[in-house]
């Protein structure tokens, strides 16, 4: 069983529309994450959230909300999409005590044309 | 703010050679440190952690990493590569006051030559 799946696997859309990346784990964790990873591999924190409190990297846009239906996902939103949202983008998961090691999903390139 | 630095964009050796990928990071306490993996079109992989306690880590597919704490320096070794370790190479930390948000280094790509 896949612990930390994520869909599509490839999205590609226009500028402007909004679209959605669905994220779902399977290892009781109560912390999930967005990471982007851009052209140049560089992966940085979108969020952090646990079911409680969300913690939002302010250098995110407000284009981009997450929304967690229950606690074993977290669904990424964005808005009006633009050519620089162009990446990949990882959910990851962790045990909510402290820190812990983070596992990650297959990841999700997006392609906005 | 806290960073992570890993000098070495690229690094290629030949297969059944030592391999040492380093990672220096910027922190003012003890961070939590991670090396993952990440394969051509794949997700990352955890290869090994440091938390507390013994300075030299074991991890999976014979890695290991050691944290020098008056260098700020957590470098991974193997010491014979194969080619399936072909691959990028992430350096981070983690930090409990961040949400256990962690901070990537800039990756290393390694090459292996046959």
């Known amino acids: 069983d896949t612990a930390v799946s994520q869909t599509p696997k490839y999205l590609v859309t226009q500028m402007g529309n909004d679209k959605s990346i669905k994220c779902e784990q399977n290892l009781g964790h109560d912390t999930m994450y967005w990471y982007k990873q851009d052209s140049k591999k560089f992966l940085k924190i979108m969020f952090s959230y646990n079911n409680k409190e969300l913690i939002i990297n302010e250098t995110v846009p407000n284009r981009f909300s997450p929304k967690s239906p229950d606690k074993a996902h977290l669904n990424l939103h964005i808005n009006s999409l633009e050519l620089g949202d162009s990446a990949v983008y990882f959910c990851?998961?962790?045990?909510?005590?402290?820190?812990?090691?983070?596992?990650f999903g297959p990841g999700t390139r997006l392609t906005v044309l | 703010a806290q960073s992570v630095t890993q000098p070495d964009i690229h690094i290629t050796v030949s297969e059944g050679a030592s391999l040492e990928l380093r990672c220096n990071y910027s922190y003012g306490a003890t961070p939590y440190l991670f090396w993952y993996v990440q394969s051509p079109g794949q997700g990352l992989q955890l290869l090994l952690k440091?938390?507390?306690?013994?300075?030299l880590v074991q991890g999976i597919k014979g890695f290991e990493a050691e944290f020098k704490r008056s260098q700020s320096s957590f470098n991974l070794r193997k010491p014979s590569v194969h080619w399936s370790d072909a691959a990028e190479y992430f350096c981070a930390v983690g930090l409990r006051e961040a949400g256990n948000m962690l901070t990537f280094g800039g990756g290393t790509r390694l090459m292996v030559k046959p």
């Open positions: 440091y938390f507390s306690g013994d300075t």
């Open positions: 990851a998961s962790s045990p909510l005590a402290g820190v812990n090691e983070q596992f």
